[in-house]
């Protein structure tokens, strides 16, 4: 079901007062500041309609709602898609950042000490933390201005091929080496040839880490994946609901403790659901309008921004122009494909696409044509006894340009 349409110019004012009032004195209260009102989430079910309501617990295998009116209601992790609210997580710069795998990461974080094996940061939000540094894909010491530029540097650490660490300089050099740590003034790394390296921490924009030495692994059996208004996401084990706060362990082992009102989403992981971002493409096809070509891409817009739909951010989901052809082989087990479709906000009036889905050749939705103006459309196409899923998206009123098509949250229900 389509988000809502509150103005987003209000959200941002009212994520911007939370933030602040979060930030005053990260998981504490003033003795005569009132507790803040627990949040109200619009919960989306696998099946059904989506119901808005309070949480009122959290436990291993449920989340129970309180809705305005009625008794409570619980739910299977296993039967949820995500809780969310319309708070936007805070964009633009920040102290640093501290990127995970599978897009989960620490924003606003202070880096005060690492090693060969460990990072030692202070979030404002979550307080201070140790993440082992092979948990880590990048470390961003002094954020761009602007929100374009950011995402544009967390591309860079997440998506950029290389086979070591490499030091990105403020200057726009690069070095190639091997951590060795940093400290409050300095980053160290051994360089070419076995030399030890130092820079100023004021010259250093980034820093990528090899990918091949990264160990993120999943939790055994569900897990919850929670964004916050920093703009903060981790995932979560033994996540429960204390006195108006969330305690849980993170995927590296840290505790945490924060306000359930500085929670923004909160997403089911379980074998009930399989992202088409995590799942290989059979085949692509790419049919341009002129001549250029951009390729799928995963958990981005076409280029490389998190996913605008109707004023709502979203991490998860494809990323395409028109025209693009995604093939997906279906396995025993797949029930339905899921989707939030739609122009991205960032396209402006040029783009429209239209928005196709077929199994094994016969079509099961067509959107109209689409411009960024048009609400986004729910997409849910059952599966039962197909062999090939496939997602077009088509030229729509025009040609291709601006066609940023997001297919948000492309999912397979099992």
């Known amino acids: 079901m389509p988000p809502g349409h509150a103005d987003t110019h209000a959200h941002g004012l009212a994520g911007a007062a939370l933030l602040l009032a979060l930030l005053i004195a990260p998981g504490l209260r003033a003795a005569d500041e009132p507790p803040a009102a627990d949040p109200i989430f619009e919960v989306l079910p696998i099946a059904g309609e989506p119901v808005s309501g309070r949480i009122a617990a959290i436990t291993a295998d449920r989340i129970t709602i309180a809705p305005d009116k ?5 739910f299977l992790l296993t039967e949820l898609v995500r809780l969310s ?9 920040d102290e640093g950042r501290i990127l995970l795998p599978e897009g989960d990461r620490l924003a606003r974080a202070i880096l005060i000490r690492a090693t060969d094996a460990a ?12 993440i082992p540094l092979d948990a880590a894909l990048g470390l961003i010491f002094s954020p761009p201005m602007t929100a374009e530029a950011l995402d544009r540097l967390q591309q860079w650490v997440r998506i950029e091929p290389r086979t070591s660490e490499v030091v990105r300089l403020a200057n726009g050099d690069r070095v190639e080496g091997s951590f060795l740590g940093l400290d409050e003034r300095l980053v160290r790394i051994q360089g070419p040839n076995d030399k030890a390296l130092e820079f100023d ?6 820093i990528g880490m090899d990918p091949a030495l990264v160990s993120y692994p999943r939790p055994e059996g569900a897990f919850l994946e929670a964004t916050f208004i920093d703009g903060s996401r981790l995932g979560l084990v033994d996540a429960k609901l204390e006195k108006g706060e969330l305690s849980a362990a993170t995927r590296f082992g840290w505790e945490i403790r924060v306000p359930i009102a500085a929670l923004v989403r909160l997403a089911a992981r379980t074998p ?7 799942r290989p493409v059979d085949a692509a ?6 001549d250029s070509v951009r390729p799928v891409r995963i958990d981005a817009t076409i280029e490389g921004r998190p996913f605008l739909l109707a004023g709502r951010t979203y991490d998860r989901g494809l990323g395409t122009e028109s025209r693009t052809l995604l093939a997906y082989k279906l396995k025993p087990g797949d029930r339905r494909f899921q989707a939030l479709v739609g ?4 396209a402006g009036p040029l783009g429209s696409v239209v928005f196709r889905v077929l199994v094994d050749g016969q079509p099961r939705f067509t959107s109209p044509a689409m411009t960024f103006r048009e609400p986004p459309k729910a997409v849910d196409v059952d599966l039962e006894g197909g062999k090939l899923l496939i997602l077009i998206t088509e030229f729509g009123d025009r040609g291709d340009a601006r066609d940023l098509a997001d297919w948000v949250e492309a999912r397979i229900v099992r």
């Open 70 to 74: 009625g008794p409570n209601r619980d």
């Open 85 to 93: 609210r319309e708070a936007t997580p805070a964009e633009g710069a």
């Open 119 to 130: 990072i030692e940061a202070r979030s404002q939000l979550l307080g201070k933390m140790t």
């Open 201 to 206: 921490r004021a010259g250093v924009e980034a």
């Open 272 to 278: 009930a659901i399989d992202y088409l971002s995590e």
């Open 285 to 290: 096809t790419y049919v341009p309008y002129f």
């Open 343 to 346: 122009l991205d906000e960032r």
